[in-house]
């Protein structure tokens, strides 16, 4: 069955965002995503962690983070997908002494050629992981 296209939406948004700052939960009661900010402690924060931390029957699912593997991985499939040419050479170079994909995320966030097509990138693979999680909960 093809998931409701919102679900998948939002679910995207949140393997899309890859910060620390904010944690997310698929709730699969309501087929909606909760989030967390991390560094607040207002009330209406603390009642949904309350919620979260209280659910016994498995109720809202953590949406993971990548691990350092996987954004590596990505930014390897990033650069295959170039077509040859100075940008691609120069992220070459860059992957080969970045041991933790922090100078190559920088550069993909600052570049304004590159910006635009890492964006579309990591959202389509967002779309297909988002995907892949629905079908593991099926």
Known sequence: MEP???VLEGLA???FDDGPERSYYYDRDTERMVSV????????????IWRLEAD????????????LEETLDEQ????????PG?????????????????????????????RPEWRRFRAERARVQAREFLRRLE
């Open 37 to 48: 900010a991390e560094d607040h402690d207002d009330q209406a924060t603390l009642e949904i």
């Open 13 to 15: 948004a949140a393997f």
């Open 56 to 67: 016994t029957r498995n109720r809202f699912v953590p949406v993971p983070k990548p691990r």
């Open 86 to 114: 100075p940008l691609r050479k120069r992220l070459e170079k860059l992957i080969e002494d970045d041991p933790d994909g922090s100078k190559v995320a920088l550069l993909l966030v600052r570049n304004r050629e590159l």
């Open 76 to 83: 390897d499939a990033f650069l295959e997908a170039l077509p």
């Open 4 to 6: 409701d296209p919102a």
